[in-house]
């Protein structure tokens, strides 16, 4: 038995990053010692990062949870009981059923995300459990859904540039992602293009560790993309520097788009976007002039209200240079590529109820305030909602309803568990088997257990298989075992890249490469309603979208007219991103991962610092009519001034608010009903 030797055993990173690296996981008298990148793997080639290489303390951390709990004390209180698993399914499928005799089963709502990538943990038993529940939907729209969407409608298929072919590329952008931090692998390839004379360029509202390592940084006013890749259109179609053949033969709307263009000088484009017009002449040129250039469309971009079209108009620029047919091009994603059967995973034929009602989790605040139809369940895993989602005093004020029954599957007691009425205790990656694919590169990867569960954990696919069952859900669905559900995930035809990736090969290689032939016809097959590049889009038209790319301004701050850091009540940008020890709050009740990142602060302009009398290391406020964090400011020059910056998704603090989204909106993006982040205005004060 694996799990009991000692030894090195291959293993796979089951975080929501894109590298989805293979590991190897070096292990003595049952706990692992030491974790480092598998050389074979193509993609991780031996290298992994510095939160993976300490993956040991989470895994074996003392405050792991290793047994069901019951809560004895008020909500939030985090009072608890121990109770054996028999109790703890008996009370919540007892639950189950009252409230959906009650109040029916859409007053229950699962409340998940990606907390472990594994295709079984997260899209698996669980879906299969919630439909034949009946439960409400939950629309996953929490990372990607506005850019996904804006991809979506220029391009149709959710994949682009692979990653080996970065390596051909002169000219590499970087817009709106902080790949040193959350794609390093990325910098490993696009440092091979920089070897043989490739130039690299960040775009972003602030220097970081992806600016600090490229050849020229552009910082630019949060939200106006959008502005800037008009800019450079304006500048390729002024200049002759587009391919005409390319347009003719594989895109539509390209002379709506000259002509939408032409108003974007560099001058108006300046005004906008804070970048210098000389710069944007620069950058239209270098563009227009690149043999092989690739842009890596990053997450931060699209998490503002108009977050769909700054992804949606940057997806144009590779069509205008016919970069499609040179292994250039753009990536927002490559998830399309790796498809699985998610009919076969998820079952949607079990539920009662197809018309069930969709909760969008970036409301989940608001959602558990209705009156009409409540909500009066959750079940939440691989997720920490009171970190991760906006509005987060909202959200907290909901999660504290007396008459809300919440079940909490993780592996510690996160902020949100502490809100739950049932905590239950989760396996790790390394006790589970499970299936992996990366949302970029194109290798599928094959988890089994190496390690043994401690205490009572459970993983996702053995508690909703137990659940099922207790709640007399009699198809064979939820008796199948994890392989059974793994050879039908890769049993789809309908995906030709899937080709030829089985259970056997993943057994024998542990990482099996999708079959790219069909990759040769990627511009035939596009699935837009017209097979083409949509540089105007009738469907976004239809859907009471500007169907060519236009620029809109954030619905709070900058107006184009007022510039960021004046005037007003709340007049600073504030941007949360992630930052570079902690996977999203995963990571953040690590004391390795603490060490690193020190505190949370507060990047702000010597300018903002200066007017409101803050010096370099002082605790300041920051707040808006959402709520106040109190944190360190970082006085740095790293942004134009107006916009401020605070990185990490910290868990609460113990004598201190510091959840940055407790200053975050719940509005939802212009497309994909995404979340908007980063489109957030506070005020700063010194504490
Ligand atoms: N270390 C680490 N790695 C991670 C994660 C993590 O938490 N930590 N999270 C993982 C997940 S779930 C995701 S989705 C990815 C996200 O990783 P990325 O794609 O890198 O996206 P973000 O880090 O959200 O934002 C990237 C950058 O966008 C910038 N930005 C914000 N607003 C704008 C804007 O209006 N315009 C431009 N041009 N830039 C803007 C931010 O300043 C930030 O530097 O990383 C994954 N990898
Ligand atoms: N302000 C701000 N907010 C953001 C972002 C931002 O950049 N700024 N980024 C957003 C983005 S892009 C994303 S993707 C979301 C991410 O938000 P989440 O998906 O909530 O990510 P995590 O905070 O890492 O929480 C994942 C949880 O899953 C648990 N977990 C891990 N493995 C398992 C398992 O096998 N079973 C169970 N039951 N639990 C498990 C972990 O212990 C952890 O508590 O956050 C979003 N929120
Ligand atoms: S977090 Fe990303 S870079 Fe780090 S080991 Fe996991 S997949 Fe690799
Ligand atoms: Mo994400």
Redesign the pocket.
Known sequence: MQKLENGIFPAVCPL???DTCGLLVHKQDGKIVKVEGNPEHPITKGSI?N?VRHMAERIHHPERLTTPLRRVGLKGGAVFEPISWDEAIDEIAGKFRRLSEEYGPESILPYSF?GNMGVLSVEGMDRRFFNALGASRLEQTI??AAGSAGWSYTMGFKGGTSPEDIVNADLIIV?????V???MHQIVLAEQARKKGARIIV????R?RTAQWADWFLP?Y????TALALGIMHILFRDGLTDEAFLKAYTVGYEELRKQAEEYTPEAVAVITGIPAEDIEKLGKLYGEAKVSYIHI????Q??DNGGM?VRSIACLPALTGQWLKKGGACKGNGGYAEMNARALQRPGLRPNPRARSINMNRIGEALEMTEQPIKSLFVYCCNPLVVAPDAERVRRGFAREDLFTVVHDLFLTDTARYADIVLPSTSTFENTDLYSSYWHHYIQLQEPILEAPGECKSNFELFSLLGRAMGFDDEAFRQGEEDMIREALDYPRNPYLNGVTLERLKAGRHVKLDMTSKDRYLDNLPTPSGKIELYSRAMENAGLPPLPAYTPLVEGFDGIRRPGEGEKYPLMF?S????????STFSNAWKHQQLEKRPTLQIHPEDAAKRGIADGDEVKVYNERGMVQIWAAVTDRMLPGTV?SQG?WWEGKDRPQRSNVLTPDRLSDMGKGATF?SATVQVELC
């Open positions: 929501d990053c894109p990062c939160k990606y990372c990607n817009w709106g992602g902080n790949i931090s959350t794609n775009i972003d509202v602030h970081n630019l949060p939200g106006t993309d990053g997450n931060g971009l998490h503002h700054n941007i991103p992630p930052n570079h020890s902690f996977l999203n910056i998704l980063f």
